[in-house]
């Protein structure tokens, strides 16, 4: 018995250590040039591939880097598990973003990244009702949703933040998921199903699981998956977390339905009473309605909102915690702008007044991006750019957005973390509408650019410094005794906060 349980666990490990080797072979070999552009991240001539690929997995900022500083104006190659990324310079983005997603798609490049066959992130190549509707709903009724959001923070305060006026150590960036989960909820679902705790579980857990399940199928190559799918478990989670969704989602449907028949609610309601679902429900085609297919689209957007929403908070307190002497001007602003504000509106008259706390949110964000290239296009024909440069079908192509972020001939002294830099470029005459977040441009690329930039983008600004002037005014922040500033951990392109950090955190008397 002891004897076949020791040979089935040796012939397991000799079955996962073949994999490997025959995976890393296949990389290997895989290496055709299609593009004409010089590989970045080998150390020497004879270095094979797949190290220089296993390398990308922990060290994509200093092979970014090697490439951006030799070849900055032009192009070159950064080779991770699972493509070969074309990473273009910054001059190419005037000719590329107004290109539409039948030429050049963000989409297909999201779902390449996620690796959506498996991870039930092709969705959004079936459609695009979940960019429709906050082109079409959210953004042109920002006011009424940010309100909505705005409860739900409120709500988050009272029940996810202790209230104890000594200090308390927290993980803050778990209570700044929830907090954003509630208020995504909100927009999305209305009230009461944003304070469904099952829901607000399954759009944090969906994005780890997302997470989990793509990096590791992009550490294999693509005729593995079928077979590597099936063992995942972050893989059947995903399943399931998209089951319960659908338990939540389904009888919403119904409810919106019902409301119809008996015509309490119609397609032209105030956008108060319509939940960004049921302004789905409304505008959907074909099968976009089924319950199904729903509850992942829902999931798929609190995965694109809530995640960078909430990262963008955390790393903000963790750089206020590192640079303690700037809470005082914030709060300043924030007292001053909130004043009287029973006479005023929030997202015409505060939101956009907090210039100080925006450019300390874009510092932050300079040095902390979630991704180190955006935006990410896919080409989905052979392209050839005004100056010959041929991009294949199917090739992946990026821009370096975080090495753009820290060329000193783009801004000066990049390396100094200068919370009020754009707040004083916004001072200078003719620039007072410049250099604001949501403004993508070749040098600002945190929110992607062009036709295709983040269509969430005004609601995730509202969103992250309604919740930040909410923690200044009422709370105090530091980091516990001998600590400061948490590490970023980096897997592939992506980046995130040590999700073991803590903070600590008091109530303001
Ligand atoms: C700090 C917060 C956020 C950051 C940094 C961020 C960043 C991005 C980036 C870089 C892209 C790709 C754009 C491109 O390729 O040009 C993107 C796409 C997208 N974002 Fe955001 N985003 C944020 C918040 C949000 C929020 C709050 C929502 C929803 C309300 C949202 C919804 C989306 C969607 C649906 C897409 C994909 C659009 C498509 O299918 O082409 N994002 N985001």
Avoid at 178 to 194: E, H, K, N
Avoid at 305 to 312: E, K, Q, R, V, Y
Avoid at 322 to 331: G, I, M, S, T
Avoid at 420 to 432: A, D, L, T, V, W
Wanted: hydrophobic content about 40%; overall charge positive.
């Amino acid at each position: 018995m002891i004897a076949s349980k020791i040979l089935f666990h040796n012939s397991t490990i000799l079955f996962c250590i073949c994999t490997l080797f025959f995976a890393l072979f296949y990389s290997s070999i895989k290496n055709r040039r299609r593009v004409k552009a010089p590989f970045v991240g080998y150390r020497t001539w004879f270095e094979p591939t797949f190290l220089v690929r296993l390398r990308f997995v922990k060290n994509a900022r200093e092979i970014l880097t090697s490439g951006y500083e030799k070849y900055k104006d032009g192009i070159f190659i950064v080779r991770r598990n699972d493509a070969d990324i074309l990473v273009l310079s910054n001059k190419y983005l005037d000719e590329i973003r107004l290109l539409p997603n039948t030429v050049l798609s963000s989409v297909a490049s999201q779902v390449n990244n996620l690796v959506g066959k498996y991870t039930y992130a092709s969705i959004m190549l079936e459609s695009n009702l979940h960019t429709r509707v906050l082109q079409s709903q959210l953004t042109p009724n920002l006011g009424v949703y940010i309100s909505k959001a705005t409860v739900e923070l409120e709500h988050s305060l009272k029940n996810d933040v202790p209230s104890s006026e000594g200090w308390i150590e927290v993980n803050i960036q778990s209570i700044v998921q929830t907090m954003v989960s509630r208020m995504s909820g909100a927009a999305f679902l209305g009230y009461p199903a944003c304070r469904n705790q099952e829901w607000l579980k399954l759009s944090v857990k969906f994005s780890i699981d997302i997470f989990r399940t793509s990096f590791t199928l992009r550490m294999f190559p693509r005729f593995m998956h079928p077979l590597l799918a099936i063992v995942i478990p972050s893989r059947y989670r995903i399943r399931q977390h998209i089951r319960e969704a659908e338990k939540i989602i389904a009888p919403l449907i119904l409810e919106h339905r019902e409301k119809q028949t008996l015509g309490a609610v119609a397609k032209s309601s105030s956008p108060e009473d319509v939940t960004l679902l049921t302004w789905m429900l409304d505008n959907a085609t074909g099968t976009e309605a089924d319950p199904t297919e729903m509850a992942n689209r829902q999931l798929i957007l609190t995965l694109a909102s809530i995640h960078t929403t909430s990262l963008a908070v955390t790393h903000t307190l963790y750089d206020l915690c590192a640079h303690p002497e700037y809470f005082d001007p914030l709060r300043e602003e924030i007292r001053n702008v909130f004043k009287d504000l029973d006479e005023k509106d929030l997202l015409r008259d505060c939101i956009p007044q907090l210039q100080k706390l925006e450019s300390f949110i874009m510092e932050s964000q300079r040095f902390n991006p979630p991704i180190l290239m955006t935006p990410q296009r896919t080409a989905m024909r052979d392209i050839t750019l005004r100056d010959g440069t041929f991009i294949p079908v199917g090739q992946a192509i990026s821009f370096p957005s975080a090495n753009i972020a820290m060329d000193p001939l783009v801004i000066p002294n990049p390396e100094i973390f200068d919370p009020f830099r754009s707040y004083y470029k916004r001072k200078q005459p003719g620039q007072e509408r410049r250099h604001l977040m949501v403004l993508t441009d070749k040098n600002n690329l945190a929110f992607g650019h062009g036709k295709q930039a983040c269509p969430g983008r005004h609601f995730a600004v509202a969103e992250i410094k309604t919740i930040l002037a909410r923690f200044l005014m009422d709370y105090e922040f530091k980091y516990p005794p001998g600590k400061g500033r948490p590490r970023n951990f980096f897997v592939d392109d992506n980046i995130f906060p040590d999700p073991s950090a803590r903070l600590m955190i008091r109530r303001r008397v």
